[in-house]
């Protein structure tokens, strides 16, 4: 790939990336039924209070979740509908590839033993 198509990449690298976590995927998918406490997403998702912090500052980082403080609990949203439709696309891709994604020799979760 040459170096100007891959300049132009980084955005979208970054971004899939930042949905390529498990845990971040989770909290993505979770804060797609509403707002959520980290106490909420915590129950929820099974995890300690310092890993779904760390992974919703990186998700704010991104720009992809924002928070709202009501008293001393801050609320957490997804900032972008349009991620939305990202994730329904790629329900979509993998519906209609019959999963061969999660074969795949590089990413596939056959490789996570």
Known sequence: MSANVAAGMEPAVA????????????????????????????GELGLAQSTV??????????????????GRQSFYTLTRPELLDLLAAAEGLLTSTGHAVALCPTYGSELRT
């Open 15 to 42: 971004l899939f990336r930042s949905l390529a976590d498990q845990t971040r995927l989770g909290i993505v998918r979770r804060l797609a039924a509403g707002e959520a406490r980290v106490v909420d997403l915590t």
């Open 53 to 70: 912090s760390k992974h919703l500052a990186c998700l704010r980082d991104c720009g992809l979740v924002d928070f709202r403080v009501e």
